[in-house]
T-cell receptor, first 114, second 111 residues
């Protein structure tokens, strides 16, 4: 099992450009999550999907959209990138069938917006 | 979700036990205590979790006080590779619930 995979690993954008961060998991998990982590800080939840076909906002959803394409894939889209969105983005998944199951995290995407 | 308080940093000698404290005085009866760690900007890694009873796995032990207002993560024989930021998180044990990360404790294991 690859676990949680994210593409790309690194990305540099100019202000106003758009891009989509991809996330996939091969553990048949129901729930998936997108976080961002700014330097020296803990992770903050952007959006999550408790199950296929549903998405909900987290703490910091402004400037982002998400798509739960199928059970395996959960993408994060920046429509018009801003320097404030420079961050490391982590995707995570959780089985969701047991209320106390743990989250598994991907390796992250390092995004710089100039 | 209940808020947690952790010391910002701790040091530990290699080979000794590392005891990381966490206060969660407003924890509710249906909230679990989770520990994750993050090594040098990698994705966070799950360590252990518990509700009321003490728990042990191959990585660590979790001691939860009887009133559940605080807990301690114990790494029994710390190695240099255990240097990381450790996050204590409390979360409702429901399928749609989320993790809320604080700033964690930077543990440095010294040779």
């Amino acid at each position: 099992n690859a676990g949680v995979t994210q593409t790309p690993k690194f990305q540099v954008l100019k202000t106003g450009q758009s891009m989509t961060l991809q996330c996939a998991q091969d553990m048949n998990h129901n729930s998936m999550y997108w976080y961002r982590q700014d330097p020296g800080m803990g992770l903050r939840l952007i959006y999550y999907s408790a199950s296929e076909g549903t998405t909900d906002k987290g703490e910091v959803p402004n400037g982002y959209n998400v798509s739960r394409l199928n059970k395996r894939e959960f993408s994060l889209r920046l429509e018009s990138a801003a320097p404030s969105q420079t961050s490391v983005y982590f995707c995570a998944s959780r089985s969701g069938t047991s209320g106390d199951s743990e989250q598994f995290f991907g390796p992250g995407t390092r995004l710089t917006v100039l | 979700d209940a808020k947690t308080t952790q010391p910002p940093s701790m040091d530990c000698a290699e080979g000794r036990a590392a005891n990381l404290p966490c206060n969660h005085s407003t924890i509710s009866g249906n909230e679990y205590v989770y520990w994750y760690r993050q090594i040098h900007s990698q994705g966070p890694q799950y360590i252990i979790h518990g509700l009321k009873n003490n728990e042990t796995n191959e990585m660590a032990s979790l001691i939860i006080t009887e009133d559940r207002k605080s807990s301690t993560l114990i790494l029994p024989h710390a190695t240099l590779r255990d240097t990381a930021v450790y996050y204590c998180i409390v979360r409702v044990g429901a399928s749609g619930s989320r993790l809320t990360f604080g700033e964690g404790t930077q543990l440095t294991v010294n040779p």
